[in-house]
T-cell receptor, first 115, second 113 residues
Framework: AQKVTQAQTEISVVEKEDVTLDCVYE???????LFWYKQPPSGELVFLIR??????QNEISGRYSWNFQKSTSSFNFTITASQVVDSAVYFC????????????FGKGITLSVRP | GAVVSQHPSWVICKSGTSVKIECRSL??????MFWYRQFPKQSLMLMAT?????????EQGVEKDKFLINHASLTLSTLTVTSAHPEDSSFYIC?????????FGDGTRLSIL
């Protein structure tokens, strides 16, 4: 069975600070996908990134960056120069590659960015 | 723009009413759709997996007679909460898979009085 652990439950930072959201996963499968989603107070889930298990390259998208380390089964997410609009719940998730495979979500991290 | 459209956004109704929620994939065909339920300050809980043209697969503990799922076409799945009661009040979110990525609707806030 798959498991995603987001040990941090709530993080509060002041605007312009950098913040890293941790994600550790467990699976016995060698091929899988990892995801990050953002859920702002309005409730919708916004897709941020998908990473294949065989692609360990780190990724940067604007202020967002992701660090995928298979050796430690981690897929951490860093927001640089945080903004108030980044305040949301962030979910890390894992899915195997089968057609009907299910997303396994972490419990989510509530990020509050104060002005 | 949104790739999954979910309606309605919110519903308030009396106990005993049945409520239908629609989920449409826009610009792509989704052979598999998923329905989730989310309680306040909690993660998403998968309720069922819906495949076009076949019966939905429900997760353990989810009443299939209570939560009717229909996936009649490659772009539409519906969830009907039958004879809803206050304990069914929650945030329901649908999801559709496009290739390897799963996209989510905006969710439906259901409040049963």
């Amino acid at each position: 069975a798959q498991k995603v652990t987001q040990a941090q439950t709530e993080i509060s930072v002041v605007e312009k600070e950098d913040v890293t959201l941790d994600c550790v996963y467990e699976t016995r499968d060698t091929t899988y996908y990892l995801f990050w989603y953002k859920q702002p107070p309005s409730g919708e889930l916004v897709f941020l990134i998908r990473r294949n298990s065989f692609d360990e390259q780190n990724e940067i998208s604007g202020r967002y960056s992701w660090n995928f380390q298979k050796s430690t089964s981690s897929f951490n997410f860093t927001i640089t120069a945080s903004q108030v609009v980044d305040s949301a719940v962030y979910f890390c998730a894992l899915r195997l590659t089968g057609a009907n495979s299910k997303l396994t979500f972490g419990k989510g991290i509530t990020l509050s960015v104060r002005p | 723009g949104a790739v999954v459209s979910q309606h309605p956004s919110w519903v308030i109704c009396k106990s005993g009413t049945s409520v239908k929620i629609e989920c449409r994939s826009l610009d792509f065909q989704a052979t598999t759709m998923f329905w989730y339920r989310q309680f306040p300050k909690q993660s998403l809980m998968l309720m069922a997996t819906s495949n076009e043209g076949s019966k939905a697969t429900y997760e353990q503990g989810v009443e299939k007679d209570k939560f009717l799922i229909n996936h009649a076409s490659l772009t539409l799945s519906t969830l009907t909460v039958t004879s809803a009661h206050p304990e069914d009040s929650s945030f329901y979110i649908c999801s559709a898979r496009s290739e390897a990525t799963q996209h989510f609707g905006d969710g439906t806030r259901l409040s049963i009085l």
